[in-house]
Nanobody
Framework: QVHLVESGGGLVQPGGSLRLSCAGS????????MGWYRQAPGAQRELVAT???????RYGAPVRGRATISNADARGTVYLQIHNLKPEDTAVYYC????????????WGQGTQVTVSS
């Protein structure tokens, strides 16, 4: 069983920045894709950013150019920074991981609220 623990959400002013962390445990993080999705009220869950164990990154259109995702030195931990936050960035941000051993298995964190408001 894999556990994903998210941290770093909260209230941020427009134009500000935030840093989210996701730490995974429970299985070896050797071959993986990890990252973040978000879901605003009444909207579908959408991609924010993902990164692989080989540091291949992918960004969703709403944050492209404002976000940076990175692997920590410790396997299974990723960081997400978003700059120039906008009210439309308000959402619950979910950590996501898919790990490969004999097959790809998907896992989700419980989510952390990010609110962008003055």
């Amino acid at each position: 069983q894999v556990h994903l623990v998210e941290s770093g959400g909260g209230l941020v002013q427009p134009g500000g920045s935030l840093r989210l962390s996701c730490a995974g445990s429970g299985r070896p993080f050797s071959m993986y894709v990890m990252g973040w999705y978000r879901q605003a009220p009444g909207a579908q869950r959408e991609l924010v950013a993902t990164i692989t164990n080989e540091n291949t990154v992918r960004y969703g259109a709403p944050v492209r150019g404002r976000a940076t995702i990175s692997n920590a030195d410790a396997r299974g931990t990723v960081y997400l920074q978003i700059h120039n936050l906008k009210p439309e960035d308000t959402a619950v941000y979910y950590c996501y991981a898919t790990l490969f051993e004999k097959q790809w298995d998907d896992y989700w964190g419980q989510g952390t609220q990010v609110t962008v408001s003055s």
